[in-house]
């Protein structure tokens, strides 16, 4: 496929335990940096498309929080924690369409509090609903979303022999790239014994297999193929994409959290884009537990189903590794931006700015993100050449 | 919010589930199906998920279950005492959802055990299934 949009700005703000800055201010912040990343101005953008998240601020009304002025398109969009991907996909339709030229998307969201613990933020109990059936979720001890991937990779564990060696050889590897990102909130290297000895979060997931909670955020602009082609930063094409949400009705006849999104999405992108799952060069994988890494790089096809622990088990996902993957450290080890993290790495390292961590070929990526607890999926194949595979 | 004396949350049953909460207090498993072509349903559905038949009605399931799935909860979280397991059961009708195994320890449980409802009564108004090993 001839790429119609490309990704022409990027703007990420300082992430992590920062509690005196405002979702607005960090909103803000990458806004501004990712416009003048792309060498326009206020005036160019005419689209801003949100990803809605647990900021209750991430609204359409954001628009006149960054004045901008008569847009030709604008709205929030959530499908949970796959939404980058649909964002970047409906801009770049909406370019192809003439809706809008240069569209900012933005991901903006302050989860910690000062003295509240990371696991505080997302276990619910501050909003989950007690009514009716609802009720039941937090009733029946299951606070946040911790417990849904465990019991899924529980069942991936029981199903094929998949091992905490192979969740712990994923979170290394990504601590190692994570080591050579200026922008990562966790400096400290992590060996396989000390992701054995942290603690349980829920078993079988130890703290190192889960992702940070990060305040901060990240912001996009996409354009046409035609202007990028003279603009500021090297032009990331956006070359295909696809989705692909099973819907699982919690009953027999699927096996919701071994078989996921993934296995209809990646297709798809490959198919738009016109290339094989071998001409891609490099991964940023959704990455909020290790076992999201590991159930999705088999239902793309990288491996068989149930193979995914012998496959990453001789480290070809770290730094050196045929396969490099998450090359920032991903969420689990630089920041958490949901989508906006596989994606915004995907950038950087399309452009070739990615320092000391630069992958050796850069020419295909494909970007992953999903949520929803591996229902919702979205995949992009981002290409440095407008003709995807040439 | 309503919470028991031991901490733990209690749901507020609404019309559309209280059929589900009343037997609860029974020692039923209540759960939608769908009166046009069998089909069973969790949780709460305006239509048949399956047909579309808007012909849902609550009905008493046998109240068996198995473990498709468990973790083991680490930390402190209201009305539980850590570690505790929980578990995605899949009842004999095909239903599944997950629960507290709260009753049975991290190190008894494993996927395919068998289960049999029982009642779990929050406070004097709400009652919740629960689940303990089903006898051999």
């Not at chain 1, 991430?58 to 847009?71: A, F, R």
């Not at chain 1, 909003?127 to 029946?140: I, V």
Request: proline share 6%.
């Amino acid at each position: 496929m001839t790429a119609t949009a490309a990704i022409v700005g990027l703007g990420i703000t300082d992430m992590g335990k920062i509690y005196d800055r405002s979702g607005a201010d960090f909103a803000a912040d990458a806004v501004t940096q990712a416009v003048a990343d792309a060498g326009l101005s206020k005036s160019d953008i005419d689209g801003l498309l949100v990803n809605g998240n647990l900021w209750p601020d991430s609204q359409p009304t954001l628009q006149m929080m960054l004045g901008l002025e008569d847009l030709t398109l604008c709205s929030a969009m959530t499908a949970a924690g796959s939404t980058a991907g649909q964002l970047v996909q409906y801009a770049t339709m909406a370019i192809e369409h003439e809706l809008a030229s240069a569209v900012v998307l933005l991901f903006a969201d302050v989860p910690l509090r000062r003295g509240v613990g990371s696991g505080a933020a997302y276990n619910m109990l501050d909003f989950w609903p007690m009514t009716g059936m609802s009720g039941l979720r937090l009733a029946w001890g299951e606070f946040g979303a911790n417990p849904s991937y465990a019991l899924a990779a529980r069942r991936h564990m029981h199903l094929f022999g998949t091992t905490s060696d192979h969740f712990g050889t994923i979170a290394v590897g990504q601590r190692q790239w994570a080591l050579m990102n200026p922008k990562a909130q966790i400096t400290k290297p992590l060996t396989l014994e000390e992701y054995h000895a942290s603690r349980w979060v829920v078993e079988p997931l130890h703290l190192f297999d889960c992702c940070l909670v990060s305040n901060g955020a990240v912001a996009l602009v996409i354009t046409s193929s035609e202007r990028a082609a003279d603009m500021r930063q090297p032009p990331v094409y956006v070359a295909g994409y696809g989705q692909g949400h099973p819907g699982d009705n919690q009953r027999r006849g699927r096996d919701p959290g071994v078989h996921t999104g993934a296995a209809l999405s990646g297709p798809l992108a490959l198919r738009s884009a016109g290339v094989a799952l071998t001409d891609i060069d490099f991964l940023e994988l959704y990455d909020c537990y290790t076992y999201t890494v590991l159930v999705t790089l088999e239902d793309y096809g990288f491996c068989a189903k149930g193979e995914g622990g012998g496959f990453v088990s001789d480290g070809k996902l770290a730094p050196g590794g045929s396969l490099p993957t998450n090359t920032g450290g991903g969420q689990l080890s630089s920041y958490y931006m949901w989508g906006f993290t596989p994606m915004s790495e995907a950038v950087i390292q399309m452009r070739g700015q990615a320092g000391q961590r630069q992958v050796p070929k850069n020419d295909l990526c494909l970007v992953s993100t999903q949520g929803g607890i591996l229902n919702f999926h979205s995949t992009t194949i981002l290409s440095k050449s407008r003709q995807a595979g040439s | 919010m309503t919470i028991n004396p031991n901490g733990r949350q209690v749901p507020l049953p609404d019309d559309a589930s209280a059929p589900f909460f009343d037997g609860a207090g029974r020692g039923e498993l209540m759960l939608q199906a769908c009166a046009a072509c069998g089909a069973w349903m969790w949780p709460v559905k305006p239509r048949c998920v399956e047909c579309w038949s808007d012909s849902v009605q609550w009905r008493r399931a046998s109240g068996r279950a198995s473990v498709y799935s468990y973790a083991v909860m680490h930390g402190d979280f209201p009305g539980f005492v850590s570690p505790y397991v929980l578990a995605t059961v899949e009842t004999e009708e095909g239903v599944r959802f997950t629960t507290d195994l709260a009753g049975i320890g991290p190190d008894q449980v494993h996927i395919g055990m068998p289960l049999t409802v029982v009642t779990e009564q929050l406070t004097p108004e709400v009652a919740i299934p629960g689940f303990r090993p089903a006898q051999a």
